[in-house]
């Protein structure tokens, strides 16, 4: 089974530029066209939030559009620029989004991985939260298959990162999640979106990691004290995480065969439950041609700042 991992399109209505400068809804094009050209087409597609720039209903109806030629499942959870009555008025149809209650969270059973969905918006703020409530469902979740091998989705990473202005605005109450989490050794993976760059790192048990925006991504800071977080377009990507029966004597215990995808593995690991997961990144080529400078070298990426309170939904 493979998992497409897509995430922070920030898609804008037709015609418009995410502040102004970046192109979001031709790149989110440009890796749907990757995901349906791959030779193994992934299973499933999660969309890890921020899927809209400011969360209106004309930017949820750009996004269903161009999400239409995905001919795999697609589940989508909301980031902090989302709004959750849009998301759940466009996409309502699609039948997995709960049709009440304060949050979209839900699970897919379906797939031979068992995949978790976790709302983490704090409406009107940039940060995350797993508030009691939500520890409380997703601890129930858990506890209806505990041997499953399950991979949970969300936005804001319950982890830190290093990238230390980003990691203000993460997803708060993270220690009580990864309590929770310690006590289940099925989770293969907990995988996230908002930092808009490729992350992995060991957590609570299980491996964290954060997938590449299809647009713009956040500045490489990692000083304490740096400067505020700023976007650079930098290549865009999506993550693959890729899941197959496998004999936990053999020889490739620790790296599944590749598959014949443009992706290099970079995590895997077997559970002993005869099966193992690795983990990839795929580059999405840029609709358009990289700028040189006059001598021939490449120019530098251009850096921009994010907008509002580290850009959380705003109505312009
Ligand atoms: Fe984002």
Same mark, same amino acid.
């Given at each position: ?67 239409? !030629? ?7 959870? !909301? ?168 004999? !936990? ?40 041609? !990289? ?26």
């Amino acid at each position: 089974m493979i998992i497409a991992q897509i995430t922070d399109f920030h898609v804008r209505p037709r015609g418009k530029l995410a502040y102004g400068v970046v192109d979001t809804n031709a790149m989110l094009e440009a890796a749907v066209a990757v995901l349906e050209a791959m030779p193994s087409r992934p299973d499933v597609v999660i969309g890890t939030g921020d899927l809209t720039d400011c969360g209106l209903a004309e930017e949820y109806a750009v996004l269903r559009e161009i999400l239409e !030629p995905l001919s795999m499942p697609v589940y989508l959870v !909301p980031g902090n620029h989302d709004r959750r009555a849009e998301l759940r008025r466009a996409f309502a149809s699609d039948g997995y989004l709960p049709e009440d209650g304060d949050f979209l969270h839900y699970v897919v059973e379906d797939q031979a991985v068992r995949l978790i969905g976790l709302d983490t918006v704090v409406p009107g703020h940039g940060h995350g939260r797993m508030c009691d409530v939500r520890l409380a469902w997703l601890e129930q979740r858990l506890a209806e298959e505990a041997s499953r091998p399950t991979l949970i989705f969300m936005h804001h990473p319950p982890f830190r990162t290093g990238l230390v202005d980003m990691d203000k605005i993460n997803c708060a109450n993270g220690e009580a999640m990864a309590r929770l989490l310690r006590g289940h050794d099925n989770i293969e993976r907990v995988v996230c979106g908002h930092h808009h760059r490729p992350i992995t790192t060991r957590w609570a048990g299980t491996i964290g990691s954060v997938a590449p925006s299809t647009a713009h991504q956040v500045t490489l800071d990692l000083q304490a004290g740096g400067c505020p977080a700023s976007f650079v377009l930098e290549p865009p990507g999506l993550h693959l995480h890729m899941c197959r029966p496998c004999d !936990p004597h053999g020889p490739d215990r620790h790296f599944p065969r590749p598959l014949s995808l443009p992706a290099r593995c970079r995590i895997s690991r077997s559970c002993g439950r005869g099966r193992a997961i690795a983990s990839g990144e795929v580059a999405i080529p840029q609709h358009k041609r !990289p700028r040189f400078a006059a001598d021939g070298r490449p120019a530098p990426a251009p850096s921009f700042h994010q907008g509002g309170h580290h850009g959380q939904a705003e109505d312009h």
